[in-house]
């Protein structure tokens, strides 16, 4: 093969696999310009202050009312919930994993932890809402057969793996100085974790947490099939809410006709959801860079 | 190879036909879509089917759009649907309703004001009121909302609502303060779980007090107003077809089985005949004109003059 013939295969390469790289780069492009595009459509009709403070949505009935807020609570609720569920348990998990565990453990359990985020989400919503439910039934009164309490706690688990495995990784990265430094001061084990490592890996863990609320946020098939679909502004897990997420899907899965404002009020709620977890995703890579930063 | 389009609450029925149509007679092809009887008309009236499923009578402004592309059709009913107004098994305080406290329920001037049970009726528990029902693109939300409130589509926006009527099975029987409504068929295949709620319209002369959904007074015209005849409308274009004219004479012969089969409520013999008839001297036009009374029962529209 001659050197010109060599060079001109070497450019070929090198153009498609920048082909490839743009690929996912005009898509995302694509997705965001018809996101802005029906957004853009959408407050023409309805003011963003209505839309973004409004108490009450119907905007498939009768009485078309705008406010956001019930979904948003709706999305709030059900990741709190996970969130209160995912956060310790995944904490201490890192914590057992990287300060405790021996070896032969940590080899068995990772993987299982792994194992749980493959569970596909539509069979953690059934889950929830024909093995959770019923259970907590016995346990609540007044649980309702829709309710945010039971996808949260479903959620809970399935984003664990994910704050485990960052924080983890977080915990792994604290220089073992530190922790010979505070043994020799005379520090337990679990002096020196709590005192020492855990707060030298606090920037991780956050970042771990705050990508574990945009995924929590984000989160579609769970809440759809066990949270009801009733838009309520309200704080109670023990009724039927309605997130942003399974609002989209329930217009998407109905015959709305393109181009009408219900079917735009989509794209307004799917703006909201990505401008929400775009910040947050954001905050988690600031704080990730931080991380790196102080121990390089 | 025959084109039918339409209703996705009388596609359970057409479909069985279909199937059964399609082993009997060789050769033949069928395809049923669920566009909803809207969409179901405008393909319709645009030459695209055979045949429209519709879950309620076809539309002056549909009949016009019909007559402007040059296709005159044959109404025939194929069924009765009732919708069921359920509640949660333990649910005691509910003996009937009526269509009073349906309707504050269900209004518009009822979102986000009627919250709990003692708002509708006094001496009922103070507790939460958990509504259920069928989306907005479901044709039984479009007939609950016209008989109950007086108005077609009008309907408060706070309730759990979806187009899946599994769904809304799954929320009232696991939820001790809700009420939902859907098609008979599925409180049918779910009594276990459901409690049905009689239903009083007020009106003595059609029974008396609170009548519960049941295939018979679905079919005697007792289960007022929430009980509806279902149609399969035919292009006579398409009728001139000797398959289309065979699957047509097949549906009225055999489909009173099938119909109870899928969970629906098959009209009388009589009824079916009657019918045969039309389709025979291809009476065209439909039998609900503007404003038509509801309460009237098909036997007896069946043998009115049509409206153009």
């Known amino acids: 093969m001659s050197v010109s013939s060599r060079g001109r295969l070497e450019r070929a390469i090198e153009h498609l696999l920048f082909a490839c790289a743009s690929v996912s780069i005009l898509v995302t492009i694509g997705i965001l310009s018809v996101l802005v595009f029906e957004t853009v459509q959408f407050f023409r009709t309805v003011s963003p202050i209505e839309f ?50 021996p070896t032969s453990v940590r080899r068995v359990v990772k993987p299982v932890l792994e194992v749980l985020a493959g569970v596909p989400t539509v069979v953690y919503g059934y889950f929830a809402l024909l093995f959770v439910t019923p259970l907590l039934q016995q346990l609540v009164p007044g649980l309702a057969g829709f309710n945010a309490l039971s996808p949260g706690l479903v959620m809970g688990i399935m984003i664990l793996p994910m704050v485990s495995s960052l924080s983890e990784d977080a915990l792994h990265s604290v220089p073992s100085g530190l922790r010979e430094a505070a043994y020799a001061l005379g520090a337990t084990r679990a002096q020196a974790t709590v005192r020492v490592v855990v707060p030298a890996a606090f920037s991780g863990i956050s970042a771990a947490a705050i990508l574990a609320v945009s995924r929590a946020i984000g989160e579609t098939m769970i809440v759809t099939i066990a949270a009801g679909q009733q838009p309520r502004l309200t704080g109670n897990p023990l009724v039927p809410i309605e997130t942003m997420t399974a609002y989209i899907v329930q217009v998407s899965l109905g015959d709305t006709p393109a181009g009408t404002i219900e079917y735009q009020t989509i794209f307004a709620v799917g703006m909201l959801l990505f401008v929400s977890t775009f910040a947050l995703n954001m905050v988690s890579q600031w704080l990730r860079e931080r991380l790196r930063e102080e121990y390089s | 190879m025959i084109a039918i389009d339409g209703s996705s609450t009388v596609f359970p029925i057409t479909e069985a036909v279909a199937e059964e149509f399609q082993l009997v007679s060789s050769g033949a092809r069928v395809t049923v879509g669920i566009s909803g009887t809207g969409g179901g008309f405008s393909k319709f009236c645009a030459g695209e089917t055979d045949l429209s499923n519709a879950s309620r009578p076809i539309k002056p402004v549909e009949v016009a759009a019909c007559q402007a592309a040059g296709i005159d059709f044959v109404e025939l009913p194929v069924a009765y649907d009732g919708i069921a107004v359920v509640v949660h098994p333990s649910n005691d305080w509910v003996d009937a309703l009526t269509i009073d406290d349906l309707k504050r329920m269900w209004e518009p001037a009822a979102q986000g004001t009627v919250a709990r049970w003692e708002q509708v009726r006094t001496g009922w528990p103070e507790t939460e009121l958990h509504l259920f029902g069928p989306g907005a693109d479901s044709g039984t939300f479009d007939y609950f909302t016209d008989v109950i409130v007086g108005d077609e589509g009008a309907s408060r926006g706070d309730f759990t609502s979806s187009e899946d009527d599994n769904v809304l099975v799954q929320g009232v029987s696991t939820d001790e303060l809700a009420l939902g409504f859907f098609g008979y068929a599925y409180y049918e295949e779910n009594r276990d779980r459901l409690r049905l709620v009689p239903v009083d319209d007020g009106d003595d002369t059609n029974g008396a007090g609170p009548i519960a959904a049941s295939p018979d007074t679905v079919r005697d015209g007792t289960y007022r107003p929430l009980s509806r005849p279902v149609f399969v409308y035919v292009s006579t274009a398409s009728l001139a077809r000797p398959e289309v004219a065979a699957f047509v004479d097949f549906y009225l012969d055999q489909g009173a089985d099938l119909v109870r089969e899928v969970g629906y409520v098959p009209l009388s013999p009589n009824e079916y005949e009657l019918i045969a008839g039309r389709v025979e001297a291809r009476v065209t036009g439909s039998m609900f004109g503007e404003g038509q009374d509801a309460g009237v029962t098909l036997a007896e529209l069946l043998v009115q003059p049509t409206h153009p």
């Open chain 1, 52 to 101: 973004l403070f409004g108490t009450t949505w119907t905007p498939l009935f009768f009485d078309k009312q705008f406010g956001v807020l019930p979904l948003v609570a709706g999305t709030v609720l059900v990741s709190s919930v996970a969130m209160a569920v995912a956060l310790p348990a995944g904490l201490l998990t890192a914590i057992y994993l990287s300060e405790y565990a």
